[in-house]
């Protein structure tokens, strides 16, 4: 009797062992796509139909973004607004079986009560200005980021995700802006933005808060103020990456504890994130995904390097021991150059590909079309 047991367990192990050695990785596909508490029910139910129609894994619908709406009294920082927007989401994400995630701006926060009431937890910039009252960097409104290095910043945002946790039918939280503004643009922005950026200027460096000051002269006994050329400075870069790799990190964790996927849009390569925006995202510890945003226009970069930059962010996270997925980013292209961009991505090694965004559908259905014709199959 023993031995026919011994030998179901030895026929049932290796029969689900053929059958895991078949089931293939498959090439995955997600989308972003711009939420609005009023969009229509029809427009909305439309992209998820379509999504599930065409093999999109998943929808990163954005649910707060630079001009929030308030839905509620001023004095409240619940965001019902995202709320409303991932509620009228979920409903379709349940009916058509597509993960829905919650698309979230994080030190970017705009909303006007924040900003009244808690301008000291914003950044100053090398000219001793708040980017929160007294500048619009690049003379965007939206441009107000919160400081890593304060507490209170990392709970608000943990506030916030724990109150989007709440929705039924979500699958994730997905963190955009986890950064410091830019010191530098992305190179092919420099001209449409009226700015000359030959090196990096104490009008968008940031950040020189006290709380910064103070924090840094306790590591090393140095006021990042004094310092002759703060860029040059490996300690002072140190201290904004780890500030803001630490709040990633950290948020990533709490997204986790509430049960759902942990993501976040990054900039397109490690180095170059490092130095544009001090963002070290290799260091994201806790993510589940990473989703680096190649728009290589915007570098003024050939399509090739799109793969470039998925390789050497897929190595960079190997090397750090960082298990988070890399799905390369990429701005939504004409129908006939799909094919061409996730080859791109799958001879660089990507695990999948994401697009920016759903809404060029509406003037370009022939988009559907191209999504749906993706080799989900790997090598």
Not at 87 to 116: D, F, I, P, Q
Not at 138 to 153: G, Q, T, V, W
Not at 238 to 246: K, L, M, S
Request: glycine share 6%; aromatic share 10%.
């Amino acid at each position: 009797m023993k031995r026919t047991i011994v030998k179901l367990l030895v026929l049932t192990f290796s029969v689900m062992m053929v059958i895991t050695g078949c089931q293939k990785e498959t090439f995955k596909v997600y989308a972003w796509l711009e939420g609005k508490v009023d969009m229509p029910q029809d427009e909305l139910e439309n992209y998820f139909k379509k999504a599930a129609e065409t093999g999109i894994e998943g929808i990163l619908i954005e649910c707060h973004g630079g001009y929030p709406v308030i839905l509620q009294d001023s004095s409240s920082f619940r965001d019902s607004a995202a709320l409303v927007i991932l509620r009228n989401a979920a409903v379709y994400a349940k009916k058509y079986g597509v993960e829905l995630h919650a698309w979230m701006w994080s030190t970017n926060r705009c909303e006007a009560n924040l900003r009244e009431l808690h301008p000291d937890w914003y950044q100053v910039n090398g000219l001793g200005q708040n980017v929160a009252t007294d500048v619009k960097l690049y003379n965007r409104e939206h441009y107000r980021f919160l400081c890593p290095s304060h507490e209170e910043s990392v709970e608000y945002l943990k506030d916030r995700v724990r109150e989007l946790a709440e929705v039924d039918g979500l699958t994730g939280i997905h963190l955009d802006f986890i950064r410091y503004p830019d010191a530098i643009l992305p190179y092919g922005l420099h001209e449409s933005r009226g700015v000359v950026q030959d090196k990096v200027y104490p009008l968008w460096d940031c950040c020189y808060c006290d709380v910064c000051r103070a924090k840094f002269k306790e590591q090393t006994g140095k006021d990042p103020l004094e310092l002759e050329d703060p860029t040059s400075d490996e300690q002072w870069m140190q201290f904004r990456w780890d500030a803001i790799a630490n709040m990633a990190s950290e948020v990533c964790a709490e997204i986790k504890k509430c049960g759902k996927v942990s993501s976040a849009a990054v900039f397109a390569s490690p180095e170059e994130s490092k130095k544009l925006v001090r963002q070290d995202w290799v260091n994201f510890r806790n993510a589940d995904y990473l989703f680096p945003m190649i728009y290589h226009h915007s570098y003024a970069k050939p399509d090739e390097w799109v793969g470039t930059a998925t390789q050497e962010g897929i190595e960079a996270l190997k090397e750090a021991g960082n298990p988070a997925v890399l799905y390369s980013g990429i701005t939504m292209p004409k129908a006939e150059d799909i094919p061409m961009f996730v080859q791109i991505v799958k001879d660089a090694g990507g695990k999948g590909i994401c697009f920016f965004q759903l809404k060029r559908t509406l003037k370009h259905p022939e988009l559907w079309d191209a999504i749906a014709a993706i080799d989900r199959t790997m090598k």
